[in-house]
């Protein structure tokens, strides 16, 4: 009996004083293993939100056994605040990083959603929100220089994708620990002359920048195109989205595209 309650104090001395503490507190004995998984949600923004980005977000369920935590990144070129971002998920050595824009609104469950695929030893899991342009492209990409994919319906997995846009991306914090710095940058018109001698121009933004070098390393990208969000444009109230498996824009109030028969 002395050597058992022996052994027991050993193998608590092995447990952290907090999570002992946390343990007794919702009353689970010590020798169940319990690991709550941190999820840091990084914004890249302006300083400015809309209501009509924070009460979808604060509507959020909470997924089981998670800790969360947010961190903002006002005023800064978007590349260099998803890297500051970066650095505080590893910080605070959380296991997911949600990058959330302050433009993308997002519907309810979404954020245990994405964990949920996630679990499934998915590396990079994303939803899927549209472009601010007339017409509005899904920010999902397979190939470069192809414009975006749109071969899929609403529900499906998507596996094999290549590219998508960050702002609505949940991404495993021990990626990023594989990958070279800077692990976010935006290249703007670069050019280069190829054999023939002609010359092209090109730039890639912060997100495929960061997708080429997680595909390069051999990580996946995977997209559940139920999981849908809507990038909004405060500055001229317009709503870009997918309604009923089709691009949609909407400009305070009233249909923009498509352009229906008595509008034209």
């Given amino acids: 009996m002395f050597l058992k309650n022996k052994q027991d104090r050993l193998s ?4 952290p004083t907090k999570e002992i503490e946390l343990k007794k507190r919702l009353g689970i004995p010590l020798n169940i293993n319990f690991k709550p998984v941190k999820l840091l949600i990084g914004i890249p923004s302006r ?3 809309s209501a009509h980005w924070v009460i979808p977000l604060l509507k959020q369920g909470n997924p089981i056994n998670t800790t969360i935590e947010y961190r903002f990144i006002i005023g800064k070129e978007v590349g260099i605040a998803r890297n500051e971002l970066v650095e505080e998920a590893l910080k605070m050595k959380a296991d997911y990083l949600f990058f959330l824009d302050d433009d993308v609104i997002i519907s309810p469950n979404t954020i245990t959603r994405l964990i949920n695929i996630a679990d499934e030893k998915k590396d990079i899991v994303a939803g899927v929100y549209y472009t601010k342009q007339i017409p509005p492209q899904p920010l999902i990409f397979k190939g470069r220089g192809t414009g975006s994919f749109k071969n899929w319906k609403v529900g499906e997995i998507l596996d094999d994708i290549d590219g998508v846009g960050m702002g609505l991306t949940l991404i495993k914090t021990e990626i990023f620990e594989k990958l070279k710095k800077p692990w976010f940058k935006t290249i703007e018109a670069e050019k280069f002359t190829t054999k023939q001698g002609q010359v092209i121009s090109f730039s890639t933004d912060e997100a ?3 997708c080429n070098k997680a595909i390069a390393k051999g ?3 995977t997209v559940d195109t139920s999981i ?3 990038h909004y444009d405060c500055e001229t109230d317009t709503f870009y989205f997918n309604s009923k498996g089709k691009p949609v824009a909407v400009r305070k109030g009233k249909v923009i595209f498509p352009i229906t028969p008595s509008q034209e």
């Avoid at 608590?12 to 447990?15: A, D, G, L, P, V």
């Fill in 12 to 15: 608590h001395n092995k447990i």
């Fill in 47 to 49: 300083g400015m939100v």
């Fill in 208 to 210: 495929l920048y960061f």
């Fill in 219 to 221: 990580f996946r990208i």
């Fill in 228 to 230: 849908q969000g809507i």
